[in-house]
């Protein structure tokens, strides 16, 4: 069964670094395109990044460009979600999504906080 799991989140300061990572199984992961998606207390789920299946695009929506950065290790069946100079409003629930056959599949999320 497809499986995702987000990792790398935690609490960090205004101006910070953070990597997440989501590891997948149970599809083929090098022929499939990824989102990491975000949501905080209280608001609509946010789309944040976008990597194509080739991993050659990518897209970012317009309150994480020029911050944020998606990869995708095949080898690892890993997508990445590199995040620079964090700032409080980014504070929320990070997931990770593949669409598969029509079918949107998501992992559990990780928090990430960020806050002095």
């Known amino acids: 069964q497809v499986q995702l799991v987000e990792s790398g989140g935690g609490l960090v300061q205004p101006g910070g670094s953070l990597t997440l990572s989501c590891t997948t199984s149970?599809?083929?992961?090098?022929?499939?395109?990824m989102r990491w998606y975000r949501q905080a207390a209280g608001k609509e789920r946010e789309y944040i990044a976008y990597i194509s299946s080739t991993r050659l695009v990518t897209n970012y929506g317009d309150s994480v460009k020029g911050r944020f950065a998606i990869s995708a290790d095949n080898a690892k069946n890993t997508v990445y979600l590199q995040m620079n100079n964090l700032k409080p409003e980014d504070t929320s629930i990070y997931y990770c999504n593949v669409m598969i056959r029509g079918r949107d599949y998501w992992g559990q999320g990780t928090q990430v906080t960020v806050s002095s």
């Open positions: 149970g599809f083929t992961f090098s022929e499939c395109a």
